[in-house]
């Protein structure tokens, strides 16, 4: 119970008042109401994340952020009476039971209905009438109501709705006709026959069926014409009228575009999934163009450093040391896969016969590699310099136990009330950094692979440790840890140096205009980059309507060719497939096309498939709001796409693959 009670403070704390919300009875109400008694059975432990969950009947109960929203903008007081429309749960109504008089709630469902009084008389929250039945027509009987909330999505404001209100009263209801996306409204009674409206922005509920809502067969049911949204079809045509077309990823002059964003030091190019094969292509060729005609020379991707280090002494022609089969950690596909194959033969070639500092050198940010890291530092002081390595060995002994399942040394660190190897750790990096390595000798490969394996093992264990408290913090250390790695690379290679990066739109796209930065306290490698290279960074994301995916349903899953669903109505890809062009490239710079800029800043959904990908739960696992146009300087419309074309996980079976060193060891 205690767990439950820190959660939800956390939610008020970290989903509710630093997004904004700020009125004191409705943040006191959702610190009392506990939503984890309003989820279905197995839910409980997700109850406090700030998204919808399944309830039954193909229902949700909704995201506490929207749930708290709608309470606030109701200005619900101790003396009113409350009717919601969409009992559901019973969790927002609930909540209302807190902030006001009398609620009555109206539910279509029979069976949710049933349960939500059920929990009503668990919790002894006796001011709530549950009643079954229409609600797109009110509930009469009780009128005229001080507040109404509706729960679910209609076509337009019910005219019996509007006329429940009493003189004063507010409505706040979602309104779209683009299917699951919504713009919330609030609606106030100002007189007999006067109202005032004002938007709260997107919302995506479940659809209003009944006679002032939609038909069951997803038809408006309401006779009253509600014209399209202009600002879907402007947007469409604005884009179809003016983006930057591309020709096929395959043909020689896809690059060329880019050229516009070679001015700056880091190129950050993203994706929108970790398997779709044309995102692989198509960053390669634009690699090879700042490459060939630019002069960047680092490549930096989302991927372990070790496995990462393996690539780049084979591209740049350096003797292989021992190491065993590259990116063969769960998700293999990710990097393993015959596009960085082929982007891999190309740098080889193109570095052949050029020096080392004209050379393009390939990199890994990420920070899982805690085993291979220790054995990389282990391995080059046992060559360089054995006695140092015998202190090195006791210290990292010191992770001996957790070296298997680094995830649970979290938990061993948090019983003994301190971080048990941090000092071990961190004196054997700052060690290594200080008296053996460090300055020019950086450029080296040896010591700037065994720098940065020791830079990771500390990095690691933070994230491990915070790991287990969840929340923001691991997910900002690794980007942090990424971010710091480029500046590393970009460092010791010089002022002049410049580098191309290659990770996932969450990681890209600057997390300050999206919910992970909003609402969840999240920054990445986009925002840190665009913030410490101000004006020299150029990011770039990648979208895409529909085709295939390589990805797994579960972490560590086999991997499987899925069909990505169409995108969904109301969203960024959405409006791009709606412009009807299959390849094109969005300048979104400041000065370039201050219109689209326009069109595309508000939040809207935006689609994020990483390793995993569940079709069936599409809107609540992958999608989520940002803001296209303050994310990206740049973004790349690929209409239709297919699976990234994986290589065999294990050498036998890679014996058939030719020329692929080192991915067919
Ligand atoms: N407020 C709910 C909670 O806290 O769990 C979430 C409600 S869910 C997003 C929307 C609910 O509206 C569903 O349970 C759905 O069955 C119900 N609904 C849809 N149309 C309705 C109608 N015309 N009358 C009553 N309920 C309706």
């Given amino acids: 119970m205690a767990a439950y009670d820190a959660a939800r403070m956390r939610m008020v704390r970290h989903h509710l008042a630093a997004r904004g919300l700020h009125d004191a009875r409705v943040l006191a109400a959702m610190a009392q109401v506990p939503r984890e008694r309003f989820v279905a059975p197995g839910m409980a432990e997700f109850a406090y994340e700030d998204s919808p969950l399944p309830i039954g009947e193909g229902q949700t109960i909704s995201q506490p952020y929207i749930v708290a929203l709608m309470l606030e903008a109701a200005r619900i007081r101790p003396a009113d009476l409350v009717l919601e429309v969409g009992t559901g749960s019973g969790y927002a109504a ?47 009987d009780a009128a005229p109501f001080d507040a109404i909330l509706v729960a679910a999505g209609a076509p337009a404001p019910p005219e019996a709705l509007r006329s429940q209100l009493a003189i004063g009263g507010r409505l706040v209801i979602p309104v779209g006709d683009e299917g699951h996306v919504q713009e919330l409204l609030k609606i106030r009674r100002t007189g007999e026959d006067t109202f005032e409206q004002e938007s709260l922005g997107a919302v995506t509920f479940v659809p209003l069926i009944g006679e002032q809502g939609w038909a069951e067969d997803g038809r408006r049911a309401a006779s009253r ?37 070679a001015d700056a030091r880091v190129v950050l190019l993203g994706e929108c999934s970790h398997g779709t094969s044309e995102f692989y292509a198509a960053r390669a060729a634009i690699t090879r163009r700042l490459v060939e005609r630019h002069g960047f020379t680092l490549v930096a991707v989302e991927a372990d450093w070790p496995d990462a280090s ?32 082929a982007l891999t033969g190309w ?59 680094p995830e649970v040394y979290g938990r061993a660190a948090l019983r003994a009330g301190h971080a ?24 080296q490969p040896d010591r700037l692979d065994a720098a940065q394996n020791a830079r990771l093992v500390a990095s690691a264990e933070r994230y491990y440790r915070v790991m287990y408290y969840g929340g923001a913090d691991s997910w900002n250390l690794r980007d ?72 797994a349903h579960d972490w560590g899953d086999a991997m499987e060719i899925m069909d990505v669903r169409p995108s ?46 569940r079709p069936e739960t599409e809107l609540q696992s992958h ?43």
């Fill in 347 to 405: 740098m080889r070639r193109y570095n052949e016969g050029r020096a080392y500092g004209e050379q393009v050198g390939f990199y890994g940010l990420d920070i899982y590699s805690l085993n291979a890291s220790i054995e990389a530092v282990l391995e080059y002081l046992d060559r360089t310099d054995p006695e140092a390595a015998v202190i090195a060995r006791e210290r990292y002994g010191c992770l001996t136990p957790w070296q298997r399942s």
């Fill in 420 to 443: 048990l190897c941090e000092d071990a750790v961190v004196r054997q990096c700052r060690e290594l950094l200080d008296h053996r390595l460090g300055g020019d000798d950086e450029l």
């Fill in 94 to 140: 609930a909540l209302m039971s807190r902030l006001a008089r009398h609620v009555h709630t109206v539910e279509r469902h029979a069976s949710l209905a049933e349960e939500a009084r059920a929990r009503f008389v668990q919790l002894e929250y006796d001011n709530i009438d549950v009643h079954i039945g229409d609600g797109s027509r009110g509930w009469p």
């Fill in 568 to 613: 969904r109505a109301g969203s960024i890809e959405r409006l791009c497939h709606d412009a009807g062009r299959p390849r094109f490239l969005l300048d979104l710079r400041e000065g370039h096309d201050e219109t689209l800029r326009r069109l595309l800043s508000d939040p809207l959904l935006q689609r994020f498939i990483g390793v995993i990908y």
């Fill in 225 to 261: 014409h509600v014209p399209a949204r202009a600002r879907g079809h402007d947007t469409a045509s604005h884009i179809a009228g003016h983006a930057i077309g591309l020709p096929d990823v395959g043909d020689d002059a896809f690059a060329d575009a880019f050229d516009r964003f």
């Fill in 480 to 551: 942090e840890h990424m971010a710091d790695t480029l500046d590393q690379l970009l460092r010791a290679h010089g002022p002049d140096s410049r580098a191309v990066v290659w990770a996932h739109n969450s990681h890209i796209g600057d997390a300050r205009h999206t919910d992970m930065g909003q609402a969840r306290g999240e920054h990445n490698i986009g925002q840190l980059v665009r913030q410490r290279h101000s004006g020299q960074a150029a990011l770039i994301g990648f979208g895409t309507h529909t085709g295939t995916v390589a990805a």
């Fill in 623 to 665: 999608y989520a709001r940002a803001s296209l146009a303050r994310q990206y300087d740049g973004y790349v419309w690929l209409d239709e796409t297919r699976a990234v074309d994986a290589l065999p996980a294990r050498a036998r079976e890679a014996d058939e693959v030719p020329d692929t060193y080192p991915f067919g060891v």
């Fill in 310 to 341: 393996v690539i780049n002494r084979h591209v740049r022609h350096l003797r292989p040391r021992p190491h065993g089969p590259v990116f063969a950690r769960f998700p293999t596909w990710m990097w393993r896969n015959r596009e960085i194959a």
